[in-house]
């Protein structure tokens, strides 16, 4: 019989998976979870301090006049119809550059809060069918974001999803607990239209996708109704049910 590389061990038994859901379905409290109890594992928050003071690379700083102009969050949420397309091309970046960063194959488990997928069948498709992003800027979104993705390949490719799966109403009452400035503005309505976008193409699976790693990767449906962030016995459950899913995919 021949050997097995250690390199093929390696990408084998360690997993690249995303956290997905709705606004403050719970992703940002799972993830703390993770980052205590599972120390070993690779755990990449959502990049809120890249898109609340947006730095350039080349730049170095945002021109100390732009102020608060430099947050790119507050800005989307203000005034969707002028910030909504370069606030979905900032996140989509942002992501790409922390995938990016990451060794391949994995050299641990991966887990990063939320995805460019997530970004583009919910949050930019949401966008567009309310009017904040007009359709030219939607196909340009859709244009770039699919070239890069598919050069990138493997190199940004997951192995799985999981879902926190939250009611709208559930949601709204934890985002109004921790009283985000940039979230005041964000409603039932809108949490609604996410959640339906979230169902579609995690659960049901008709969301039209255009990339094979978006539409045949694995995903693990967790119910996040029940708030688990004082709850211990909650949270082995959850990190259990997500443990078995890795040795699966």
């Known amino acids: ?50 898109w609340q003071n947006v730095v350039g690379r080349e730049s170095g700083s945002m021109p100390a006049e732009m102020g608060a102009a430099s947050n790119l969050l507050g800005l989307r949420l203000g005034d969707p119809k002028r910030w909504a397309y370069t606030f979905q091309t900032w996140a989509t970046l942002s992501r790409l550059h922390i995938a990016l960063a990451a060794s391949h194959p994995p050299e641990r488990h991966t887990v990063y809060e939320r995805s460019v997928y997530s970004n583009r069948y919910v949050f930019a498709a949401s966008l567009h069918e309310q009017g904040s992003m007009n359709d030219t800027e939607w196909v340009v979104y859709q244009e770039w974001q699919g070239w890069l993705l598919s050069e990138l ?84 459950e959850l990190i259990n049910q997500i443990e078995d899913f890795l040795d699966k995919i």
Request: hydrophobic share 35%; proline share 4%; aromatic share 4%.
């Open 1 to 50: 019989m021949a050997e097995t590389s250690d390199s093929s061990v390696r990408q084998r038994c360690f997993k690249k998976i995303s956290v997905e859901g709705n606004i403050a379905c719970g992703k940002s409290t799972l993830v703390k979870v993770l980052q205590k109890l599972r120390p070993n594992w690779h755990v990449v928050p959502e990049p809120l301090e890249k």
């Open 153 to 236: 390949d493997k190199r940004v490719e997951l192995d799985g999803m999981v879902y926190l799966r939250a009611e709208p109403e559930a949601c709204l009452a934890r985002m109004r607990v921790r009283n985000r400035e940039e979230e005041r503005g964000v409603g039932l309505e809108y949490l609604d239209a996410l959640h339906k976008r979230h169902e579609n193409w995690l659960v049901d699976r008709t969301t039209v996708v255009h990339h094979p790693c978006s539409s045949d990767t694995p995903v693990l449906v967790l119910d996040a109704n029940q708030d688990f962030e004082s709850n211990e016995e909650l949270q082995a």
